[in-house]
């Protein structure tokens, strides 16, 4: 048989290359893709045959080897693109180098801000800094025995008491002596004459700490040592002289002054009054540059109502007082100075931090209460005023119904019947002794106490309100008093009326039935009249009054805080001339604005069950049953109940 022609086709031959024996690999369609050792089915078969690009391709390809899987890589190509993959991420690194740093630095300056705030001794002892510390002798914290005010945090546990020796408030303070980085010196400002103006004493406070006081736990002493001014007196070489005879060891002294009303005056220092209790300290009032007079015009002084440790001992210099830190030996607390010492850290220390809402506040209510009964108490001229209105009222009262019914507060679900009570004999029956529940109360904030809700137009809230609160709660009151009676018509309540304007008062008379209210503008004597707001309550406008005015208008406000919420009426001691039995009688109820600092106090006048009733876990008053009724906010803000008003 002949041999075959070559192939003419120039296109094909050209693709041939020379190769050495043996090393032809088969060219298929097959092995382009990898495929030189994979079998192929009659169906792949016939549709190659059928395509025509197999025939311009050379059917043999030199190859350096057996090619399967890959054969088409490119080592070459994706060096390349490797090499351009590491040139995008660097190129990308270059531009984003300022930020990374940036968060590096950043993350760095938050972490010693931290520990700058949390301990800042650390920082001192690491760059070298000598810490304040070691000047005063390697100062330790105090750490005051907790009394009676922490057990009712911790119910569960059981604490010593505090130590009773009269020098032990300052026994573990940091001596200062030779060491003028602590001495806290007026004359840097200009402070001259003491004791200062509540005003230098913020300033001077915002001065050592900032805005806000930071630092330990409330009563705790850092290890950067604490600041005071300095002493003429040495505690420890006075310590057997007699009390008379020496500067109180420590003490806490609230200062009066002519920027605060009385109420939010009186709600602060009843809880600073609390504290010197609880750190064992002796308590002054100061009323140097107060606006109203002088305290022994309302209230006995507190030396005797409180003594504290050292009974009789000497009220420290004025020069001496100190409004920051809370650890000076002689502190002085004002409402301007309020903002750094009744914040937060009084919360965490004093309320229970076991409780929900309004329940966390139990043991400052438990604080100002007790303050409230025993460290003020009115002076011999208040207590006939109060004595008067009460006798008055109960004669009202006595006009009013035909039996007088008295339910005993501590025990509302008791039956006690129905008391008679002929109005010749009033004054002289005992059954008043368990304290009459005859009465509604309505304190009315006008002046400059507004609203904050949108609801009343961010202005005074209705008078309707007030009435309503009364209509609503009094039978209540009233059918728990007379658990045994099937039927029973329901008498009007009678109603004590307070405000700063008298014009609220006429119109709240209106929104009851004829002669079932009582105040002091009506109530028909000229010694209790006189002592009726002449204008609604702005402190600037106040101010202008003259200083006989100026009394007689608290004066007037102390009587309204006794009859709203049955303050100073629990001894049952008062002469006849102070209103005898008739002055323990106590309200029903108490109706108020919460934004007033009337209506905070007025809470304190009862106990906490009576005031909020049986409080749910969650801080939900009992309104059916609850003595303090709040008619702004309506339970919508939580706590509903605050102690006082922090001045910022």
């Known amino acids: 048989m002949p041999r075959p022609a070559p192939l003419n086709n120039s296109a094909t031959t050209s693709a041939y290359l020379p190769v050495r024996d043996g090393e032809i690999t088969p060219r298929t369609p097959h092995s382009r893709s990898g495929r030189a050792e994979e079998a192929y089915t009659d169906i792949e078969l016939d549709e190659l045959r059928n395509e025509g690009s197999s025939d311009t391709q050379p059917l043999l390809q030199p190859s350096d080897g057996y090619r399967s899987h890959g054969d088409d890589f490119d080592s070459h190509e994706h060096a390349r693109a490797s090499q351009k993959s590491r040139l995008k991420a660097l190129d990308l690194l270059r531009t984003r180098v300022g930020l990374v740093l940036g968060c590096v630095v950043a993350g760095v300056l938050l972490f010693l801000s931290v ?43 059981t604490f010593s008491e505090v130590e009773s020796s009269p020098s032990a408030a300052i026994s573990t303070m940091p001596s200062m002596e030779n060491d003028d980085s602590h001495i806290i010196d007026y004359s840097k400002w200009n402070y001259t004459d003491f004791p200062l103006s509540s005003l230098e ?68 220092l009843v809880q600073a009054a609390a504290m ?91 604080m100002g209460r007790e303050s409230l009964h025993t460290t003020l108490q009115l002076n011999s001229e208040m207590k006939r005023l109060v004595g008067k209105t009460r006798k008055l009222l109960s004669s009202k009262l006595l006009e009013q119904h035909s039996t007088f019914h008295l339910p005993n507060l501590d025990t509302e679900s008791s039956s006690e019947g129905q008391v008679s009570i002929e109005p010749e004999n009033s004054d002289n029956n005992p059954s008043l002794l368990f304290g009459g529940t005859s009465y509604m109360s309505i304190h009315i904030r006008r002046g400059n106490k507004h609203s904050l809700w949108q609801e009343y137009n961010y202005s005074n809230v209705p008078l309707q309100n007030f009435a309503d609160a009364v209509h609503k709660q009094w ?49 028909g004597h000229a010694d209790l009249a006189s002592l009726a707001s002449t204008a609604p309550y702005v402190q600037q406008e106040f101010e202008k009054l003259s200083v006989d005015e100026r009394i007689r208008n608290t004066k007037g406000m102390v009587i309204d805080l006794a009859m709203l919420a049955g303050l100073w009426s629990d001894d049952g001691t008062l002469s006849e001339e102070e209103g005898g039995i008739a002055a323990t009688l106590k309200p029903d109820a108490v109706v108020c604005t919460e934004s007033s600092n009337v209506c905070r106090i007025a809470a304190m006048g009862f106990e906490w069950a009576q005031a909020f009733g049986n409080v749910s876990k969650y801080g939900d008053v009992e309104v059916d049953r609850a003595r303090w009724i709040e008619v702004e906010d309506h339970n919508r803000v939580a706590p509903v109940w605050l102690p006082f008003e922090i001045v910022v």
Request: aromatic fraction near 12%; include cysteine.
């Open 201 to 268: 004493y913020d300033h001077v406070c915002y001065e050592m700490v900032g805005a806000v006081m930071s630092g330990p736990a409330y009563w705790d002493v850092g290890k950067m040592g604490i600041m005071d001014t300095p002493h003429k007196d040495d505690p420890e070489k006075d310590k057997d002289k007699p009390f008379k005879e020496r500067i109180c060891s420590s003490s806490i002294t609230y200062m009066l002054d002519k920027y605060t009303g009385l109420s939010q005056d009186l709600a602060l």
């Open 115 to 157: 520990i700058s705030y949390k301990a800042p001794e650390t920082l001192h002892e690491y760059f070298g800094v000598t810490s304040n510390a070691t000047a005063v002798n390697d100062t330790k914290s105090v750490e005051p025995e907790p009394t009676t005010l922490d057990a009712v945090v911790l119910p569960n546990e």
């Open 475 to 523: 039978p209540n009151f009233y059918l728990r008093a007379h658990p045994n009676t099937t039927e029973v018509t329901i008498p009007d309540p009678i109603v004590y009326l307070a405000s700063d304007d008298r014009q609220a008062i006429w119109n709240m008379t209106e929104l009851f039935a004829k002669d079932t209210t009582f105040s002091l503008p009506t109530s």
């Open 276 to 366: 010197a209790r609880d750190r064992n300290k002796t308590f002054f009032v100061l009323d140097t540059r107060w606006d109203r007079g002088k305290w022994s015009n309302y209230f006995l002084d507190v030396r005797d109502t409180q003594p504290g440790p050292e009974p009789g001992c000497l009220p420290p210099p004025p020069e001496e007082l100190a409004p920051c830190p809370r650890l000076a030996r002689h502190w002085v607390v004002t409402a301007r100075t309020s903002r750094f010492h009744f914040g937060h850290k009084f919360e965490d220390k004093y309320a229970n931090s076991y409780a929900e809402f309004l329940n966390r506040r139990h043991p400052i209510f438990n």
